[in-house]
């Protein structure tokens, strides 16, 4: 646009130097004098112009450096904003933990006592006569060996939860937390979910560990609304867990008797989760809906969603990668935003999304420069590391948090059941 703007203006300029030197020629002055006034009127405007460019360019330029700078100041009481908030979120969940060694020496035992089933299956696993290929035998090893890790951090209660916070924009004020699970091994090493979540759930042992996370997420919002702290955590939920039928049951009274909670504790399901979904696990998100709680959706791998589905699953919340976002919005070389709705432009989509109650979230923030362009695309939340980073709650508050023993006797006798039968 501005290329063709140039060209107009140049040809207006020639058309300007052209008439006057006509004008000097029929004076009677010759056409020498008239060249010579096109070529002096065109070389006035010229100079003209580029002195009206430059210094429109140098306005810009530090219009640019004001922003940057802003952006730069934002930053930084985002960031300082973010780290108080946290502080004071943990500061606020401790000050009602449990500090009883008797009461958590008898959560400890429990939950010991719920892992000696699994143990039976470790001993079966470990009697087995070794694969003569050694490439298996090698993967059976590693695998018995990461399961019993897995067994024992479980057993012990080294399941840690970690909150990374959920900002509104531009403005970067903390509006929700999302959780999630890390579990320790014996030397406090963190396994991250890639480490251990294929042997998970190859065992059964995913909803056993969602389990602790959901329950954890709920009583701590249950706490923090005590104390009249309005927050929000989203809290991610496997497929297994919805359809658990020993589990869900057990959670969904838990629920019932705490519907309080229902506009603070928020169930996430990738998007892949979502699409897989089967009627009993449709059926399981409908009770919770029924009772108030909302969903979420992440991983989104395309933003040509089927909207009115998502709204009949009560979901409120959709997080997009922010470079996706980008990509399929912004970097578009005159392609439609959504081929399914070729008459939504980039900056229609987070309305879009609104008007079927949906709201959009940018995560995987990362840089400023991504924030310029979200903006522009009307997106009120964002999360990621340019927020602030997953931050683990402390041990004493865990310790209060951990579910009753029949919670999880009941979750990890039913992953040993499907092992069994499976």
Known sequence: MRALTQAF???????????????????????GAGAAGAIATMGLLVAVHAAITGRADKAALRNEIEQ???????????????????????????????????????????LET????????????????????????????????????IHEALAENRVDLYLQPVVSLPQRRTIFYESFTRLRAADDRVMMPAEYLSVAEGEGLVPAIDNLLLFRC??????????????????????????????????????????????ALIFELGQATFDARGAVEARNMAKLADLGFRFSIDKVQTLD????????????????????????????????????????????????????????????????????????????????HLFGEPRAIKEAVLAETDP???????????????????
């Open 68 to 110: 940057v700078r802003e952006a730069h100041r934002l930053l930084a009481d985002a960031m300082e904003s973010t780290q108080g908030a946290l502080t004071e979120l943990a500061q606020a969940i401790e000050s009602g933990a449990v500090t009883s060694t008797e009461a958590l020496s008898g959560e400890v035992r429990m």
């Open 305 to 384: 969603l089927d909207f009115a589905d998502l709204q009949r699953s009560d979901v409120k919340f959709m997080k997009v990668a922010a470079d996706l976002l980008i990509e399929q919005l912004l970097d578009l070389d005159g392609a439609s935003a959504l081929p399914s709705l070729r008459d939504i432009s980039a900056a229609d989509f987070a309305g879009l999304t609104r008007r079927y109650g949906i709201e959009l979230i940018a995560e995987k923030c990362e840089s400023e420069r991504q924030i310029v362009d979200i903006l522009e695309l009307d997106v009120s939340m964002g999360q990621g």
């Open 404 to 422: 009753p023993a029949d919670f999880i006797r009941s979750t990890l006798r039913s992953a040993d059941h499907r092992r069994r039968m499976g």
């Open 218 to 263: 709920a009583q701590i919002v249950r706490r923090l609304a005590r104390q009249d702290r309005k927050v929000g955590v989203f809290c991610n939920v496997a497929l297994s867990s919805l359809g658990d039928e020993t589990f869900f049951p057990q959670f969904l009274d838990f629920l019932s008797e705490n519907r309080d909670l229902n506009q």
């Open 9 to 31: 203006l140049f040809f207006g300029y020639l058309f300007l130097a052209l008439t006057v030197g006509a004008f000097v020629w029929r004076a009677g002055l010759g056409a």
């Open 114 to 149: 719920l892992i000696q089933q699994m143990s039976e299956t470790l001993e079966q696993r470990a009697a087995q006569p070794a694969p003569t290929n050694p490439y298996e035998a090698r993967h059976r090893e590693q695998s018995n060996v990461l399961l019993a890790t």
